[in-house]
């Protein structure tokens, strides 16, 4: 069996049952993670808090393009927002406050970059839904989600004005 190094990881070549391994797999996915011994994928769960910077984002593109399709790069750019916003945003998807269309590039990658916001985003940018704080990502998908039930105010750091952002809607 070929070992994979990554850095934190723990790494267990002589694993002869499934069950140990899937014990390996399980008990370090909400550590450093783990290589699991039977695909050699690396395995963790990223615990993930939706940021000020993505909420401010989804309200900026709700306010240019509704529940409109967009491409989520060149629309960012077009408002001028922030780099940071740009990376994070598509985090967003893990609370089902946006949607990613499906469909491949020329590469053949699904990632085409195109969105909409979805009806949960909408009442979530009116603070008329709350979401729970994390999202626990395993494999590029939600599986868990937890802490507090937070409003799109809650997100907000102490010098940000919601009032002043919404006066545009």
């Excluded at 769960?45 to 399709?69: D, F, P």
């Excluded at 001028?80 to 499906?102: E, G």
Aim: positive net charge.
């Amino acid at each position: 069996m070929k070992n994979i190094e990554v850095k934190g990881a723990e790494v267990i070549s002589n694993i002869e049952k499934l069950e140990d391994a899937i014990s390996l797999v399980r008990d370090n996915l909400n550590k450093g993670g783990a290589i699991c011994p039977c695909c050699q994928q690396f395995t963790k769960v990223y615990k993930r808090k939706i940021s000020g910077s993505s909420a401010y984002g989804l309200v900026r593109l709700y306010q240019k393009y509704g529940k409109k399709e967009f491409h989520l790069e060149r629309a960012l750019k077009e408002l001028n927002i922030l780099k940071i916003v740009r990376s994070d945003f598509p985090k967003l998807r893990y609370w089902d406050l946006i949607i990613q269309h499906k469909g491949k590039r020329e590469d053949g990658s699904s990632r085409n970059g195109y969105y909409n916001i979805t009806d949960r985003g909408v009442l979530f940018i009116f603070n008329h839904t709350k979401v729970q704080k994390y999202a626990h990502i395993y494999n590029n998908l939600r599986f868990q989600s937890s802490g507090d039930l937070v409003l799109i105010n809650d997100c907000w750091d102490e010098k940000f004005d919601y009032n002043e952002l919404m006066g545009n809607v």
